[in-house]
């Protein structure tokens, strides 16, 4: 395997993806329409440390395109299995969010000096910048998608914004533990790939584990 080659980290990107699209289904399990007051930030949270994770294993934008790409699909899947159309506020509108989520990571990933990246604060502090660019950027939706960001009850005020500092507290913990994960899930390829008994078996993991992702939220919808 070649370390400095993105492609030879497609098959755990696809298994980040799968993962955190399943991640999406559970914690969305019955939202038909607005977030549930601060699901949004905890699920801001999640999907960064799930880019953070593809990141620091690539270190590749592609990578962390198709990370997006991949859990839209399964957003979008799911909506299939809810007879929801994709123009909907609880299907268009969170796939919004995982762009605008990637988008402020790759900003400041650029911006943020090598060695800064590498410390745990550094990673701290590039998690909790992203994460107030991204919900910052969330009430934009209603531009694109034509469905306004939800709100507080009572109020004009975006969930995005009235839940922030939860968004950006999460994200200061879940981006260093992306890193990490990154970090592990690299070296643990490294072992697999010396391995003769395991070498071909990785290739087998990650359609598995797509599979399988899909097959539990279907069970589940149509259970």
């Known amino acids: 395997m070649d370390r400095n080659n993105p492609k030879s980290y497609l098959g755990i990107v696809v298994i980040l993806g799968a993962t955190w699209g399943f991640s999406e289904a559970a914690l969305g399990m019955g939202l038909r329409s ?86 745990i604060g550094g990673q701290a502090l590039l998690g909790g910048m992203a994460a107030l660019l991204a919900v910052n950027l969330f009430p934009l939706v209603k531009y694109v998608t034509g469905i306004p960001a939800c709100v507080v009850p009572g109020t004009g005020y975006p969930l995005s914004l009235y839940y922030a500092p939860l968004a950006v507290s999460l994200s200061l913990i879940t981006v260093p533990l992306g890193a990490l994960a990154g970090a592990k899930i690299k070296s643990l390829e490294a072992k697999f790939e010396l391995s003769p008994r395991t070498g071909k078996l990785r290739y087998l993991i990650s359609p598995a584990t797509l599979i399988l992702a899909l097959a539990i939220i279907t069970l589940i919808r149509l259970g």
């Open 34 to 119: 607005c977030a549930s007051f601060f699901s949004g930030a905890i699920m801001t949270g999640v999907a960064f440390f799930f880019i953070a994770s593809s990141w620091y294993l690539t270190r590749n934008i592609l990578c962390i395109t198709l990370l997006v790409a991949l859990t839209s699909l399964f957003k979008m899947f799911d909506a299939l299995l809810l007879s929801l159309p994709i123009q909907h506020g609880a299907v268009a509108n969170p796939i919004f969010a995982f762009f605008m989520e990637a988008i402020a990571f790759v900003v400041f990933v650029s911006i943020f000096k090598e060695k800064l990246k590498q410390k």
